[in-house]
């Protein structure tokens, strides 16, 4: 069965860092795509980044609204995704979702992570 | 960017009720379109992708359509079940976008 686990949210103070963890189990994680969405209180979904496989040499994609602030990176070893994030802002306030790209789309979504950014 | 505009962005039907939700393009975006289904405190759940094609597992009431760069996700007789909020994706081009969502409640 497919499973992917999202930890490390929390609370974070403006300008802060953290780094989320989805734990991905089931499947061959190394042979996928995976991306990041996330889901701001009472609010649609907003898409994040991407991580290639190795085969496409683990490049990345951003968001305008995060470029420059979070990474994506995987350990394809321990078949785990990650989202480093850091100069915080308040409106990046949300909960976080690791998902699977199968083809194009996203397949399978983790249970999701809080992140609060707030004083 | 591209756009996705999402009508209704709510909705009350009945069990039983056919209802279509439109998903419009502001650019071409072929057929790379998904939608997502989800419920209150849940992941999302892919639905349809490529526009048309039914995720396996779903039931064939849902279906997907394109026209152009305009994209309907219609159920075709709803059940209690269905009563979530709905978003459609474009993956044609980066950064991938969601539509605002539209959430189906009970009449």
């Known amino acids: 069965e497919v499973q992917l686990v999202e930890s490390g949210g929390g609370l974070v103070q403006p300008g802060g860092s953290l780094r989320l963890s989805c734990a991905a189990s089931?499947?061959?994680?190394?042979?996928?795509?995976m991306d990041w969405v996330r889901q701001a209180p009472g609010k649609g979904l907003e898409w994040v980044g991407r991580?290639?496989?190795?085969?496409?040499?683990?490049?990345?994609e951003y968001a305008a609204s995060v470029k420059g602030r979070f990474t994506v990176s995987r350990d394809d070893s321990k078949n785990s995704l990650y989202l480093q994030m850091n100069s915080l802002k308040t409106e990046d306030t949300a909960v976080y979702y690791c998902?699977?790209?199968?083809?194009?789309?996203?397949?399978?979504w983790g249970q999701g992570t809080l992140l609060s950014v707030s004083s | 960017d591209i756009q996705l505009t999402q009508s209704p962005s709510f909705l009350s039907a009945s069990v039983g009720d056919r209802v279509t939700i439109t998903c419009r393009a502001s650019?071409?975006?072929?057929?790379?379109l998904a939608w997502y289904q989800q419920k209150p405190g849940k992941a999302p759940k892919l639905l349809i992708y490529a526009a048309s094609t039914l995720q396996s597992g779903v039931p064939s009431r849902f279906t997907g359509s394109r026209s152009g760069t305009e994209f309907t996700l219609t159920i075709s007789s709803l059940q209690p079940e269905d009563f979530a909020s709905y978003y459609c994706q474009q993956v044609n081009s980066f950064p991938l976008t969601f539509g605002g969502g539209t959430k189906v409640e009970i009449k």
């Open positions: 991580i290639r496989k190795k085969a496409n040499s683990y490049t990345t």
């Open positions: 089931g499947f061959t994680f190394s042979d996928h795509y």
């Open positions: 998902a699977r790209l199968w083809v194009n789309y996203l397949d399978f």
């Open positions: 650019q071409g975006i072929a057929s790379y």
